[in-house]
Nanobody, 119 residues
Framework: QLQLVESGGGSVQAGGSLSLSCAGSEDSFSAYGMGWFRQAPGKEREFVAR????????YYADSVKGRFIIFRDNAKNLVYLQMNSLKVEDTGIYYC????????????WGQGTQVTVSS
């Protein structure tokens, strides 16, 4: 079963940048669309970005459009989230997830990595 592990979280001042990575445990990784989600304290988990299996299409939440970039390297079973111009409201736990292309459901989730943006 595909397992996902995020890394790259940390603390940064507003306006700064962070890059998150998510590693898949097996080559089936390339058959999944991949998404990033986040959950702020006291709030529900929300969609951030997703990318199709070969990286041909990318989708973003309006709140991060123009600031975040999602990309993937299937040869390395990795998906990335480059976060620029970070805002305090970007603070939260960031999760990567694998999306079954048939059902559209996110079947596999990582454990999350904390991102804290201070003013």
């Amino acid at each position: 079963q595909l397992q996902l592990v995020e890394s790259g979280g940390g603390s940064v001042q507003a306006g700064g940048s962070l890059s998150l990575s998510c590693a898949g445990s097996e080559d089936s990784f390339s058959a999944y669309g991949m998404g990033w989600f986040r959950q702020a304290p006291g709030k529900e988990r929300e969609f951030v970005a997703r990318i199709t299996t070969r990286g041909g299409n990318r989708y973003y939440a309006d709140s991060v459009k123009g600031r975040f970039i999602i990309f993937r390297d299937n040869a390395k079973n990795l998906v990335y989230l480059q976060m620029n111009s970070l805002k305090v409201e970007d603070t939260g736990i960031y999760y990567c997830a694998a999306r079954d292309v048939g059902t559209g459901l996110y079947d596999h989730w990582g454990q999350g990595t904390q991102v804290t943006v201070s003013s």
